[in-house]
């Protein structure tokens, strides 16, 4: 799950949190925002669509935060985000996979955080191939709980900018790695280069076997900076990656 913490008593931003408002009353509050907020929490208020285009028209410049947990956003909406927002919080929506392929298209450049967890965002069964990149400066990504499955999980993969530094997939049923045929679904001689900066990869609650691991290790090129990747309560190093990764060579070869 997605906690973001607020900034400590030192920090002070200018801010507001706004829970269980009115349509009508968020509607007429949103035509006079305060000029110099820089984070905007809606949390629980049951956005819908049309709703949060109307708060995305009329969202102050100065707004850089944007968090709206838990409300009823599909993400099929019609305005662009703007270009001002680097925190983007919209977890535990309604947002599934078209939604999910829209709201990519519509994100800000400069995007430095972004979450979609607790979503219903099915890779399992929808066609990723065509998702959008990434934006560019995007440092990190939190994806947990929802459908991704083992596709959905290759072709995001694709889409990530080199800026990433964590990637949060947690229980997001990847797993399964090799089908009854014993071919596997990932491709271990030609493995996928992650990002240059990427720090930590967490994959817990995938149900993943030990073979799964070891495939899925072999698959991936980690870059050097890398810290750990997180799958329940085992933590693998860039050592432990590298040693895994020789055995699985060793055990391939033709």
Known sequence: MFFYNPPGPDDKPEGINLPNISDDGLKVLSESWPKNIKELRLVGDKINNELFDF?????PKSVENLILCNNNIDG?????????????????????????????????????????????????????????LFPKKLSRLFLSDNTIGINGFKNILKKLPNSLEILRLNRNDINNLMNSTNNLK????????????????????????KEDIAILISSLIFPENFNKLVIDNHIFNYGDILGCQLDMALAFKD
């Open 76 to 132: 099929i909406f019609y305005e662009k985000l703007p270009e001002n927002i680097r925190v983007l919080c919209i977890a535990g929506n309604h947002i599934a996979a078209d939604g999910f392929k829209r709201v990519i298209k519509k994100l800000p450049k400069d995007l430095d955080v972004l979450s979609f967890e607790l979503n219903l965002i099915d890779g399992k069964n929808e066609r990723f191939e065509d998702l959008d």
């Open 186 to 209: 990932l491709d271990i001689r030609n493995p996928q280069k992650l990002p240059d900066s990427l720090k930590e990869l967490h994959l817990s609650g995938n149900d993943m076997s």
């Open 55 to 59: 708060i995305l028209n009329n969202l």
